[in-house]
């Protein structure tokens, strides 16, 4: 069984740090590309960042570029979100996925690329 599970969201301060990560089990997670969405209230879903198997390319969206850095450690099969500067409208409920068209050739990366979801993990930014 394929399972996403991601943790570290909370809240904090504008201008602080979280890390993310998310807890890949059930297949091979070298063998795919990862993605980051987020979805705030009343809004759709965002793409946000997304890395390839072997994490030596990454890609972000304008809104997190030069403040949010993707990761991955496949030994340990996680992939990871290292947040900085954050500010009020990064507040979200944040999804790892799994990119089953793959690899990543265009971004934003569209959601009928993605075969599994974690259940999110939320992040308030608020003074």
């Known amino acids: 069984e394929v399972l996403l599970v991601e943790s570290g969201g909370g809240m904090v301060q504008p201008g602080g740090s979280l890390r993310l990560s998310c807890a890949a089990s059930?297949?091979?997670?070298?063998?795919?590309?990862m993605c980051w969405v987020r979805q705030a209230p009343g809004k759709g879903r965002e793409w946000i960042s997304g890395i390839n198997g072997g994490g030596d390319s990454t890609y972000y969206a304008d809104s997190v570029k030069d403040r949010f850095t993707i990761s991955r450690d496949n030994a340990k099969n996680t992939l990871y979100l290292q947040m900085d500067s954050l500010k009020p409208e990064d507040t979200a409920l944040y999804h790892c996925?799994?990119?089953?068209?793959?690899?990543?050739?265009?971004?934003?990366?569209?959601?009928?690329?993605?075969?599994?979801w974690g259940q999110g993990t939320q992040v308030t930014v608020s003074s």
């Open positions: 059930g297949f091979a997670f070298s063998s795919y590309d």
């Open positions: 996925a799994r990119v089953d068209r793959g690899p990543i050739t265009t971004i934003p990366v569209t959601d009928d690329a993605y075969g599994y």
